[in-house]
């Protein structure tokens, strides 16, 4: 039983990882896949999450959502990871666990945890990219596999809602300069998460 109580339109960070820390992508196609399934799943009309920022890693994912409807989270997950759990079993001729667990979540409690969780999900294609702060720049608004292009106006991701995440912002720009002063400190603001523990990250003045 998920100790988790989910509840309609409340806030949470949603992630899992492959079981033993084995990727989940192998390949472009496994990531469009993926994206795929989440547009067929979570229905535009009565969605079971709204989603605010994602990102797929090789062996991980993240998601930032809002419940939308009764157990909305959990079905929303469980159709998922078993959608795809199925289709990368099938590909590569395997069996078994794909997932480390059914997922994991965290709920957001605070205007602030929301916005460092979006900038923190945006970064975290940095953990691919060896070299300064211009490489890591360029790498985390050219990755694909992430909603921040989105927030570029860079792409156009039908399943991702930025309408919440941008009302905390002026424009695209200061949310852009938002993601870009914690590049050289992703290691403190991956830690923050990882241990729940956020009393080191700064203050950001959110607008009204």
């Not at 992508?25 to 535009?44: E, G, Q, Y």
């Not at 991702?160 to 993601?179: E, G, L, Q, T, W």
């Amino acid at each position: 039983m998920r100790s988790e109580i989910f509840y309609n339109e409340g806030y949470f960070h949603i992630y899992n990882r492959g079981v033993e820390k084995r990727d989940l992508f192998l390949d472009n196609d496994d990531r469009v896949k993926f994206l795929a399934s989440i547009t067929k799943i979570n229905d535009h009309f009565d969605p079971y999450v709204s989603i605010h920022s994602f990102c797929l890693m090789n062996n991980h994912f993240h998601f930032l959502v809002q419940q939308k409807q009764d157990v909305g989270i959990s079905k929303f997950m469980q159709r998922l990871c078993n959608s795809y759990a199925k289709y990368f079993n099938k590909k590569r001729k395997r069996s078994g666990r794909l997932f480390e667990a059914p997922f994991k979540a965290k709920e957001i409690v605070t205007d602030e945890y929301f916005i460092h969780l979006s900038r923190y999900i945006h970064l975290n294609p940095i953990e691919l990219v060896r070299g300064g702060k211009l490489e890591r720049l360029r790498a985390i608004e050219r990755y694909e596999w992430s909603s921040y292009g989105y927030f570029l106006d860079q792409a156009h991701i039908p399943f991702v809602d930025k309408r919440k995440v941008m009302s905390f912002f002026k424009n695209m720009n200061d949310y852009r300069d938002f993601i870009h002063e914690w590049i050289h400190d992703y290691d403190k603001l991956k830690y923050s998460f990882d241990n729940e523990s956020f009393t080191m990250l700064p203050q950001h003045e959110v607008l009204g």
